[in-house]
């Protein structure tokens, strides 16, 4: 049986705990929270587990196997570095830190004490991430020529972070995930409106053989839209996140170049075929990669989206984040 205990009962909190509590073989020994309004929440939902004000309860007992932080970025560190310190595996939600140093730090201190680390990266484990990935290995889409996202709604907004911080890390890590090339450079453009922090932006990295790839966040949006494009020399796909049924749309559309004799006699031709929409499994993320990192554990191997994968996304933001301040001036990662 492993026994985890779960810091932060804010927004995605109990979430964490609802999925840990339906894993065969895991038990949810613990949570905390400094604030009373959240532990009055903890006692109503989940009588007989207890509850915590001081993390250093949880970090400490004997009774824990593994620590789940599900609090503000700026407090990961800390939490971790605790939790790994007292030989705990350590589950952090998105983005892993705050720089690329405290990263670096933890992933170095869970070597040495022969511990894991995962980072919530929950989109890896959608049905439709799975299936991407699944087509691009296929070479269904062919070589890839752009990733285009748009991840927008009105709110929430964060108060210890910008726009970047809190929602880019969704596509970076999908980015990362999918392609089999690293970023080589990002520029990043965006705007305060409402507080000191960036509440809309737009950033494009640039990757090696012309593949780049846009992402635009935005808190500020009167709808809600969730969608991303993937081009390739074979085809195309259009990913809608809100669509119930057919979220994944596969076009057989494209240009063809008959002739790249100088600009003026350059010749092309259009390829407009079927579309069609692959089946993609209905899961919930959540599960899926929580009982994976409780298989990780039990087998003693590293997770796919561990420590290394959280910095990857972390030094993109740092990146995306200079770049920002000197208003999309290229920065290299």
Request: charged content about 20%.
């Given at each position: 049986m492993l026994r985890f205990g779960v810091i932060g009962y804010g927004y995605w909190g109990p979430n964490i705990v609802r999925n840990l509590r339906a894993l065969e073989g895991c038990q949810v020994a613990g949570i905390c929270d400094q604030t009373p309004a959240a532990r009055k929440r903890i006692q109503?939902?989940?009588?007989?587990?207890?509850?915590?004000?001081?993390?250093?309860?949880?970090?400490?007992?004997?009774?824990?196997?593994a620590i789940?932080?599900?609090?503000?970025?700026?407090?990961?560190?800390?939490?971790?570095?605790?939790a790994l310190e007292n030989g705990k595996h350590v589950f952090v939600e998105k983005p892993f830190t705050s720089n690329a140093a405290q990263a670096e730090e933890l992933i170095n201190l869970a070597e040495q004490k022969n511990l894991q680390i995962m980072v919530d990266h929950t989109f890896l484990f959608t049905g439709a991430v799975r299936k991407i990935q699944k087509l691009l290995k296929e070479g269904t889409l062919g070589n890839l020529y752009y990733y285009d996202?748009?991840?927008?709604?009105?709110?929430?907004?964060?108060?210890?972070?910008?726009?970047i911080w809190d929602l880019a890390p969704h596509d970076l890590s999908i980015m990362n995930h999918l392609l089999d090339k690293d970023a080589e450079a990002i520029s990043a453009t965006g705007q305060?409106?409402?507080?000191?922090?960036?509440?809309?932006a737009f950033i494009t990295a640039y990757y090696p053989d012309k593949m780049i790839a846009h992402v635009n966040v935005n808190w500020i949006s009167p709808v809600k839209v969730r969608t991303t494009l993937i081009g390739g020399e074979k085809k195309m796909l259009v990913w809608n996140d809100l669509e119930a049924d057919e979220k994944l749309k596969i076009y057989d559309k494209g240009v063809d170049v008959k002739s790249q004799e100088g600009v003026y006699n350059l010749l092309v031709s259009y390829r407009s075929g079927d579309m069609w929409a692959p089946q993609v499994e209905q899961v919930e993320a959540l599960k899926l990669e929580l009982g994976y990192f409780v298989e990780c554990i039990k087998k003693s191997e590293a997770p796919f989206n561990d420590g290394r994968t959280g910095l990857k996304v972390v030094r993109m933001l740092e990146a995306a984040t200079k770049s920002l301040a000197k208003r999309g001036e290229l920065v290299y990662v």
């Open positions: 109503a939902a989940h009588p007989g587990i207890p509850v915590h004000s001081d993390f250093h309860e949880l970090v400490k007992s004997p009774d824990v196997d789940a932080v599900i609090t503000p970025v700026w407090t990961h560190y800390e939490l971790a570095k605790a996202s748009t991840r927008v709604n009105l709110g929430i907004f964060q108060h210890d972070c910008n726009v305060a409106h409402l507080n000191a922090h960036e509440d809309i």
